[in-house]
């Protein structure tokens, strides 16, 4: 009877899970999100991720910038359209270099919503899981076109505070409700579970 091979060594292949951490810039409390995404992603497929986790509504551009390279969806009106690297293209791992541990995704050119997101570990695959995967979040997003950050956070004061003056046409604007500490996991993931990697 032949006796199995053992490995000499351990395989230096690289964990084909990816564990990010998304955090939309220049607000308090911070809104963040973890999500598990294959290395094999394009980066096509990361911008639906991070619309859906993060809870935007895909209706602008956008543009990922990792190390000095940008990537996103060439078109007449984006900025330098022609210095654009197809996201369509390329996968996050391929234009990941090893050294890179976070790079930057932008999202409304004119409200300027600007996401860090940073490589916290890589994983080995769990065919448990369904990936992508939203693992934690906190605070809810924006409204879409409220004006950036600055517009966030008078929108916020104006909702919070029934004696603004704006507090009425403000909540009506938003569909009469808007709970800025709001985060739902099942939600989110249920729709993560329809994006086809």
């Not at 990010?20 to 810039?25: C, F, G």
């Not at 963040?32 to 294959?38: A, E, I």
């Not at 979040?137 to 950050?149: L, Y």
């Not at 099942?186 to 329809?194: C, F, P, T």
Request: one cysteine or more; proline letters at 10%.
């Amino acid at each position: 009877m032949k006796a199995a091979r053992i490995p000499t060594k351990a395989s230096t292949a690289p964990p084909p899970i990816y564990q990010l951490h998304i955090e939309l810039r220049d607000l308090k409390p911070v809104i963040w999100r973890r999500v598990l995404v294959p290395q094999s992603v394009t980066l096509a497929k990361l911008h639906q991720v991070i619309q859906i986790a993060m809870g935007w509504t895909n209706s602008h551009l956008h543009e990922f910038t990792i190390g000095r390279i940008r990537y996103g969806m060439p078109s007449r009106e984006s900025i330098e359209p022609d210095l654009v690297i197809n996201e369509k293209r390329t996968t996050l791992q391929a234009s990941l270099p090893p050294s890179t541990k976070s790079f930057s995704y932008s999202y409304d050119f004119g409200d300027g919503w600007e996401h860090t997101l940073r490589v916290e570990k890589t994983l080995p695959i769990d065919p448990a899981f369904h990936y992508p995967l939203c693992m934690a979040g906190a605070n809810a997003c924006p409204p879409e076109d409220i004006g950036g950050p600055p517009g966030y956070v008078d929108f916020v004061q104006a909702i919070s505070d029934p004696a603004h003056p704006e507090h009425e046409e403000l909540l009506e604007w938003c569909g009469g409700t808007f709970d800025p500490f709001a985060f739902n996991l099942d939600a989110i993931n249920a729709q993560l579970r329809r994006i086809k990697l």
